[in-house]
Nanobody, 118 residues
């Protein structure tokens, strides 16, 4: 089994920054892309950012100029640096790992809550 553990969420004022971390453990040999999703109150879960094994990143338009996804393959860890946070960024953020070749989800993290106050 692949296990993902997120950390770094919390309460921050609008305009502030947070850095989320997600560490993978277990049967990780077949993991390829990793990403961050979020689910705001009353909203559907959406993809925020995705990073390939080679470091190519893709972002939702709403966060593209403010968030940066990165990974350290040696540490089996993916990060999400969030700057210029807005109240609409408030959500539970989930780490996601995908299998090589198929792209199927291998694991979800438990989620970490990010709350941005105005």
């Amino acid at each position: 089994q692949v296990h993902l553990v997120e950390s770094g969420g919390g309460l921050v004022q609008a305009g502030g920054s947070l850095r989320l971390s997600c560490s993978a453990s277990g049967s990780i040999f077949n993991i390829n892309a990793m990403g961050w999703y979020r689910q705001a109150p009353g909203e559907q879960r959406e993809l925020v950012a995705l990073i390939s094994s080679g470091g190519t990143a893709n972002y939702a338009d709403s966060v593209k100029s403010r968030f940066t996804i990165s990974r350290d393959n040696a540490k089996n860890t993916v990060y999400l640096q969030m700057n210029s946070l807005k109240p609409e960024d408030t959500a539970v953020y989930y780490c996601n790992a995908r299998k090589a070749y198929t792209g199927q989800t291998a694991a979800w993290g438990q989620g970490t809550l990010v709350t941005v106050s105005s």
